[in-house]
């Protein structure tokens, strides 16, 4: 793994995306911004952090070849590697998958990630995978949900240090969990998805909130709920959970 550290940048991944478009045989890259200007999240959001107190970075992985169909698992890799990470720091804290890809300390949003993939043929080629964590912040004054490793741990962490140390996880990881079969990795996923077998409230694209009670998700990563009598599958943005 290749490692570039610079000051600042609009966005990690979009950074990366230009440089793999200069050089398509660059080597796996993770590349890490002390401060990301335009950070992206799931929805077209944007991902908001302090300058210098957060680990804001993404990972370039070329020359996958990974089946197409297989998108989910690299997914659901991701999301659980970083789990297992974050649960060697606070080994007394429950870590959540918030679907697709939010990662929650208990209740509260800790981490972010926004894969994006690129196909040749029915492969895909390279996957960028952006990654934000709350770190050393302190204050959430405009987002109640969220928390930070700090105010978890009470400790104040070397970003650079856990950049790497977290890199090198999720690349040990993944590789595992690439080559688990589709099922497991996602009976895993699916042990750690947040609000489980729980009632909970939902909203639709129109407005519409509905109760009903995630069950898992799909062979292909769809979030299954269950309202009533009847079990549906969604994708990203036709379902927001409420919570």
């Excluded at 002390?34 to 370039?60: A, P």
């Excluded at 690129?118 to 990654?131: D, E, N, R, T």
Aim: proline letters at 3%; charged letters at 25%; hydrophobic letters at 35%.
């Amino acid at each position: 793994m290749h490692y570039i550290k610079v000051l600042a940048t609009d966005s990690t991944n979009t950074e990366l995306k230009r440089r793999l478009a200069r050089n398509p045989r660059m080597s796996d890259t993770s590349f890490f911004a002390q401060n990301q200007k335009q950070g992206r999240g799931q929805r077209g959001t944007q991902w908001f952090s302090d300058s210098s107190k957060n680990l804001t970075f993404s990972i370039l992985l070329n020359n996958l070849n990974l089946p197409a169909q297989d998108n989910f698992k690299l997914n659901a890799g991701v999301s659980l590697s970083i789990c297992q990470f974050l649960k060697t720091h606070s080994p007394h804290l429950n870590f959540y998958i918030k679907w697709p890809n939010d990662i929650l300390a208990e209740d509260l949003k800790l981490c972010g990630i926004l894969i994006e993939n690129f196909l040749q043929g029915q492969q895909i080629k390279s996957s960028i995978i952006g990654i934000g964590l709350n770190t050393n912040q302190v204050n959430f004054d405009k987002l109640p949900k969220a928390t930070s490793l700090r105010n978890l741990t009470h400790r104040t962490f070397n970003l650079e240090q856990l950049w790497r140390e977290l890199t090198e996880s999720i690349e040990k990881e993944l590789v595992a969990f690439l080559a688990m079969p589709a099922d497991e990795i996602r009976e895993r996923y699916a042990m750690q998805l947040y609000r489980k077998g729980v009632k909970s409230q939902f909203e639709l694209p129109d407005g519409t909130r509905k109760e009903g009670t995630i069950i898992g998700v799909s062979t292909l990563g769809k979030l299954q709920v269950q309202f009533s009598t009847q079990l549906k599958e969604f994708q990203l943005k036709e379902i927001k959970l409420l919570y």
